[in-house]
């Protein structure tokens, strides 16, 4: 794609630098350890790949849960939207799921999508903590605004996190958004958020190595295989 990068500074949103997030790991509850690390714009291409069969799946509103992340990254990767961060989930170097995020303010985080491949392992709810982590503790930033498109997503993140409603609208539409305060974050932090820091050297290098894309029969059936969920 050819690009006339002087219209591009036009169309391109100022962006403010933002601390990096630390790799951490998870020991998930089948004793498989999940590492969890920030990814670039260049990593959007192997992302697309994994949300792009969630479109299709009409289950626990993964199918838009899946087009808006779809197109926030590429939002993300074509410089369309401000301030945005990614963090994924990767064991032995799969992509077992993703959250994705952006600064709206220097002291509000507009959280956007949490999803997860690899079901029944907390995996989501994992990668939703870091992101909130990452907003709080690395970013330093005040408060976060929060809503959920599905049951699942409401239980996991306003009733676990016992959220402040407000009545801000998220720019995602929808409810009003539901607050996540330095406070809230702290109280909650030793129940919710986990993991291990540094990484061993032996994991990590596993992780940066290779993003690796399950294929798409394959998150289709770790997605639709658990029924009743």
Sequence with gaps: MAIDMELEAV???????QAPYPA???????GKRMVVR???????????RVVHPTLFIDKDYYNVVGARLY?????????RVQNEFCLVGQIDGILVGMVNSRMYTAETGMSLHTLAIDRGLRIGAHLFAAKMEHHIEFLGQKEVLIVAESPIGFRRWMTEYGLEPTTIP???GGAPAYRLTRQLY???????VVGDRPVPDE???????????A????????????KGR
């Design 24 to 30: 951490k790991v998870i020991t998930l509850a089948n």
């Design 186 to 192: 702290f109280d909650s932090k030793p129940r919710l």
């Design 170 to 172: 998220h720019e995602l």
């Design 71 to 79: 197109s926030e990254l590429l939002a993300w990767q074509y410089y």
């Design 203 to 213: 994991l990590l290098a596993v992780a940066e190595q290779e993003l690796i894309a």
């Design 38 to 48: 920030e990814v670039t714009r260049a990593d959007v291409p192997k992302l697309l």
């Design 11 to 17: 169309l391109r949103p100022p962006e403010a630098p």
């Design 215 to 226: 294929d798409e029969s394959m998150i289709r059936e770790k997605i639709a295989g658990l």
